[in-house]
């Protein structure tokens, strides 16, 4: 009795291995038929292309590294998207999906230059709104392109956004505050900025129309200075659009206006020659709102002690960008 149980379970033994022997036999067949398929099978043979570009597909399909006859299922498709993007400057929101079992698709966008940032003595490197870099430029480029000065970036390499710290790690505060003021500048739909400066990132400014420094502070609540920056300068230009002066917004939800001294602003230089400066400037609120201005000129860390010791003798009022009076 003993000995035939010892032989059934002998058999069962003897079955359960050669179900698994099969089992693994045709798991292995399995698997060197389905690498034979990747490899000789799931290659590029076409490209496909989503988008509108300057560039032509050639040009794309050269910068993505990719060959016919390249593995269509080992491509690293992240690394592809940034290869054509660090090589085409102008293409952003690069995306690259695998349609099988022979094609590449890549999708884009081309983006525009919305800033010229300052690398050095006559030279800028044209960036768009999010501070990529698209080309370098040996003078200050023509037309709606905004100028960013004060701090030179650590790298603006074509096609990669621009970097103001040597650890990659580390926090760019520079960048960071210059895309706070971008957004800032779209949403409130700020017209006429010249050139914004981030010598300091404790007092930004703005110069606006060649002829109103707009002293930001720091970089917070840029939205809400941006667009008391736009009520404020609405408000002065319906009074007299060719004068000079300083906004002054570091006040939280206060702006003053303070009429324009050539000898005080350094900052306007290169604009002087079309602005001339404003005389016998009459008060457009009540002498009430001169005295807010005095008040925030104490509150306002970075007005010097020139401009502290003339506030009486200034020809100055304030407004919060609103037919109300201040107070």
């Known amino acids: 009795m003993a000995a035939e149980k010892t032989r059934e379970r002998s058999k069962i033994r003897k079955i359960i291995r050669a ?4 089992l693994a036999f045709v798991i292995g067949i399995l698997l060197l038929v389905g690498t034979v398929t990747a490899f000789f099978v799931f290659r590029v043979k076409t490209f496909e292309f989503e988008g ?3 560039y032509s597909h050639a040009e ?3 910068a993505s590294g990719v060959t016919q006859g390249s593995n269509l299922l080992f491509l690293n498709l992240q690394q592809t998207a940034r290869q054509i993007e660090e090589t085409l400057p102008n293409l952003v929101d690069v995306e690259i999906r695998r349609k099988l079992p022979n094609t590449l698709v890549i999708a884009y966008d081309e983006t525009t230059m919305a800033y010229a940032v300052q690398t050095g003595e006559n030279a800028f490197a044209v960036t768009n709104s999010g501070f990529k870099v698209l080309s370098h430029m ?3 480029p023509e037309g709606t392109v905004l100028v960013v000065t004060g701090m030179p970036p650590l790298a ?3 096609g990669t956004v621009l970097s103001f710290v040597n650890d990659p790690s580390s926090t760019d505060e520079t960048l960071q505050a210059m895309l706070g003021i971008a957004a800032a500048i779209s949403e409130s739909g700020a017209e ?11 007092n930004l400014y703005l110069i606006y129309d060649g002829r109103v420094l707009v002293k930001l502070g720091g970089a917070t609540q840029l939205e809400e200075k941006l667009q008391l920056c736009v009520n404020s300068m609405e408000k002065e230009d319906a009074i007299d659009t060719t004068h000079g002066g ?3 917004l570091t006040v939280p939800g206060r702006a003053y206006f303070r009429p324009m001294k050539i000898a005080e602003m350094p900052e306007l230089a290169p604009y002087l020659p079309a602005v001339q400066p404003k005389e016998n400037v009459e008060e457009t609120e009540p002498d009430d709102a001169r005295e807010d201005a005095d008040e925030a000129d104490e509150e306002e860390a970075d007005y010097d002690e020139e401009e502290d010791a003339g506030n009486d003798e200034d020809d100055a009022y304030d407004t919060d960008g609103t037919d109300e009076e201040d107070t």
Not at 19 to 22: F, N, Q, T, Y
Not at 195 to 202: G, K, R
Request: charged residues 20%.
């Open 19 to 22: 179900v698994l022997v099969a």
């Open 52 to 54: 509108s570009s300057t």
């Open 60 to 62: 794309i399909e050269q």
């Open 138 to 140: 040996n003078a200050q």
């Open 156 to 158: 603006a390499r074509e």
């Open 192 to 202: 006429n900025i010249d050139e914004i400066n981030v010598t300091d990132l404790q």
């Open 246 to 248: 300083t906004l002054n």
